[in-house]
Each structure stands twice: as C-alpha cells, then as structure tokens.
C-alpha cells in the first residue's frame, strides 16, 4: 500500500505484513498478521530512532495447525500457503480443522478485514511444505516442496502458478536435466520482472550428496556454489544463466538461504542482522561480481539494550529505489520501575525489561568513496576474497540507516515466521 508520507528518504508511505504465531498446544498454533508502516505515523523520530508506546495489534487471529506458511500480496490480496503431507509423522491421522485448514491456500483482502481468511482453488500438488512463493505479473508462482519422486515422474509440477482471476492452478514444465527436485537444494530465488523470467540458485549436488553419505565434507568450497537457472515465463521453458558454476555468498555464511531474494537493477541483494551488525553482500548476475558492506547498528541501541537472536532471520525486503528494510529483535532492561498505565498491554520479559520489534530502514548502494564505484575484474576480487574475508578493506556496498522503528512486543513467545511488502 502506497499513500501520501513524510520520513528520512522516503517521499512514499509502505506497509510491511507480519506473519507471527505466539502460543502453541497439542491442537494448533495461535497464528497472527501484523501490519507496520513506513514511515510509521505514530512513532517519536529521536536520532533516526523511533519508537511507539503501543504494542503491535494483529489485523488477524487463527488457530492453525503448524506455523510453517509462505505469504504473497497480489494487489489487495495478502495469500498464505503451506500444506505438509499429512501421511507422515507426526501428522499422521490428524483430523483437526485447524489441520484441515492448514492445507489449504487462503487470502485475506486487506480493503475487506471483516470479511476473514476465504479460501482460494487448491494446488494442483497440495502437499507443499512451507513452500516457496512469488510474484510476477499478478500471478503467483509457488516452487519445490514436493515429492520429488512424484513431479519427476509426471515431468511437469516443481513449479505451479495461481491465476486470482479465473482461480485456477497451473502445473509448469520441471527443470531441466541436472536440476535437483530436492527441496533443501535451493539456494535463492527471485524475479527478473523486466525480462519476465524466474531465477533459482541451487547448491552444487556434490555438497548434498556429501551430506547425505554422512562424510566430512573434503572441499569447503563446495557449500559456496550454485548453478543459476531461469524460467522464462513467456515461453515456458528453462534455461542456464551463463556462467553456470557460480560461487555464492563470498562474504557471509547467509542464515536466510533457501528464502525470497530481492533483484534490484539485475542486482540480488541479500542481507541479515547478527549481533548487532547489519551485513549485506550483493551479485550481478550479469557481470557474474559480488560486492559486500557492514553497518554496526549498536550504536544507535539505548542504555541497557541488546540484541537477541532467538527468532528465525527473515529476508532483506526491497521497499523502493535503493531503500531496504529487516526486522529484528532488541532487549531493553528495565531500569527503573514506572507507572506507565499501560502495563496490562506489556508483557515484562523475566519482569527486568522489555522486548522490541526493531524494522530498520536502510539505504544500499555502491559506495562512491571505493574505487569510484567501479566493479573489479575477477582477478581484483580473489585476492581481496582471499586476504580480506570479511573485512571492511574491500567494502563496495555503502550502507546507511534511515531510521529505526521499535515496537514493545507483548508476549514473550512471540515467534515471527514471515514477512511481504504490501
């Protein structure tokens, strides 16, 4: 959702949706949908920091079998999916709605709240666990996440797409020979929308076939490759992006892989928060180059405040232009007892502080300052990849903080699982 807006360099007004669940029982989880604006109205701008006195209110709640859902926004439509193959353990004869409804698709029309969850027409390969999802042209596009066994038989079914106006399912052609249907060999994934294609990094097979023998892994390098393949929407075929061999995440082991990416100017980007660092590295899929920057937020942490990493690390989101958001977690002590009257809507972590939701707004590009900005040849880049892994003396990507938005966080359990741009 786009509006009328006033924030550190954005003329726009966006809107992130949530996806958290924050109480579990033998019956289901308690699923709930968050909204957060950018720039948020309702927060105090103090040094780039803002904050709201208010916890985040769901705009839904659910009971649901298993938090494992992917979401995707198609104009004012905000659709979950997942889907688990109920044969198997520990799912086996469960007969619960909460179960019944976890395999569904479902969207939520956000200019109609009231109106709930509908659900939409069933995938062709309904047992998708947690799968991966995109949008291109206001269609929806879901990967992976099935019996290999099964698509590879019928040749057609790793990829499927969801048309909203005839709600319709459309099984697509398989990848090409080589291309492993395993669910835990993709890499990242993203849309090239100007050239109406689908790119899938996928791990080297040698590294998995490593695993999965149970043998120490001989070539540490062998985790840093992956083959990139395109689908070509218009055509609907698959091709090889040249060259196919390509090393992956030089920089940083990235936490968030086998998640969404974001593609900026043929650009991916992706990025994390660890410990209080903000690290992000970057490929041009089409000079084959990567580039990396660090940004210490810590500083910009108030007395007594940490950062806590005990909830999955969620994927980079574009906002607009060169503009990029993550969510993580902060813990503030509580230094002193005060009656705020709005106690009953905090909830006290271990009585000594509170726990915030932190979205920090940040602007990404090549730094000017680093060789003018030019890209290195290859040669260039090995030897600072060599000497200078991890290290500030080859930075290329310029990272600066718009602003960061805090919100106290009510539970303690609470369990972010995803997050879109609406």
Not at 328 to 350: C, N, P, Q, R, Y
Request: charged content about 25%.
């Amino acid at each position: 959702m786009e509006g009328k807006g006033k924030g550190k360099g954005l003329a726009m007004q966006f809107e992130i949706a949530l996806f958290a669940s924050t109480s579990a029982t033998r019956d289901g989880i308690q699923a709930e949908w968050y909204s957060i604006k950018i720039p948020d109205p309702e927060c105090i701008f103090l040094h780039s920091v803002t904050t709201v006195e208010k916890p985040l209110r769901p705009f839904s709640k659910v009971w649901l079998a298993c938090a494992y859902r992917k979401h995707a926004v198609i104009g004012s439509s905000l659709y979950s999916l997942g889907g688990m193959n109920p044969d198997s353990e520990p799912f086996a004869g469960v007969t619960t709605p909460e179960f019944a409804r976890f395999l569904k698709v479902r969207s939520f029309d956000l200019s109609t709240p009231d109106d709930g969850w509908k659900p939409v027409a069933t995938m062709t390969f309904p047992k998708r666990f947690e799968p991966p999802c995109l949008v291109l042209d206001d269609k929806l596009y879901v990967l992976g996440s099935v019996s290999a066994s099964e698509v590879e038989a019928k040749g057609y079914g790793w990829m499927e797409v969801y048309d909203p106006d005839s709600n319709t399912w459309e099984p697509l052609p398989n990848p090409p020979l080589g291309f492993s249907l395993s669910a835990r060999s993709l890499a990242y994934y993203a849309t090239l929308d100007s050239k109406k294609q689908i790119l899938v990094a996928q791990h080297d097979p040698a590294y998995y076939a490593t695993l999965d023998s149970k043998k120490q892994i001989l070539d540490e390098d062998a985790s840093l490759f992956a083959t990139f393949y395109v689908y070509h929407v218009i055509d609907r075929c698959w091709t090889l992006l040249e060259p196919p061999k390509r090393k992956l995440r030089p920089y940083y082991h990235d936490p968030v892989r086998g998640r969404r990416s974001t593609i900026v100017d043929n650009t991916i980007y992706w990025g994390f928060v660890l410990d209080g660092i903000v690290r992000v590295q970057s490929h041009n899929i089409d000079t084959d180059l990567y580039f990396h920057g660090r940004l210490d937020i810590k500083r910009f942490f108030e007395d007594g405040e940490f950062a806590v990493e005990y909830c999955p690390k969620l994927p980079l989101l574009h906002v607009a232009d060169q503009t990029f958001c993550l969510l993580m977690f902060t813990f503030v002590a509580k230094m002193e007892e005060e009656d705020s009257g709005e106690d009953s809507d905090i909830e006290l972590f271990e009585d000594n502080g509170i726990i915030f939701l932190n979205c920090i707004v940040l602007d990404i590009s090549l730094n000017p300052f680093k060789d003018e900005g030019k890209q290195q040849s290859k040669e260039e880049f090995d030897e600072i990849y060599k000497y200078h892994f991890m290290g500030d003396s080859s930075k290329q990507l310029n990272i600066s903080l718009l602003s960061v938005q805090k919100y106290p966080v009510r539970n303690g359990s609470f369990w972010l699982n995803d997050a879109v741009l609406l």
